[in-house]
């Protein structure tokens, strides 16, 4: 078994990096959506909103610790 990270663009899958296979060679894919860290670890800092809310916060430079009022120590 292969496990590959692949990109999906214009209809075509493409490997992330180069395949150990023959030129022409089939091959059953079964495929699994990556999930974000951000909705993988929502949860674990008790949000109480929604992944995509969560999602758009962590994303925003906005919301990033430069420009945030807290500060740790003070």
């Not at 490997?15 to 949860?43: C, D, M, N, W, Y």
Request: charge should be negative; aromatic fraction near 6%; charged fraction near 30%.
């Amino acid at each position: 078994m292969l496990e590959i990270e692949a990109v999906y663009e214009n209809g075509i899958l493409k490997p992330v990096q180069p395949l150990p296979l023959e030129e022409h060679q089939h091959v059953r894919l079964t495929i699994q959506v990556k999930i974000s860290r951000i909705r993988q670890s929502a949860g674990l800092i008790r949000w109480k909103g929604s992944a995509e809310e969560l999602e758009r916060v962590a994303l925003d430079p906005e919301f990033g610790p430069e420009e945030s009022s807290f500060q740790m120590g003070k």
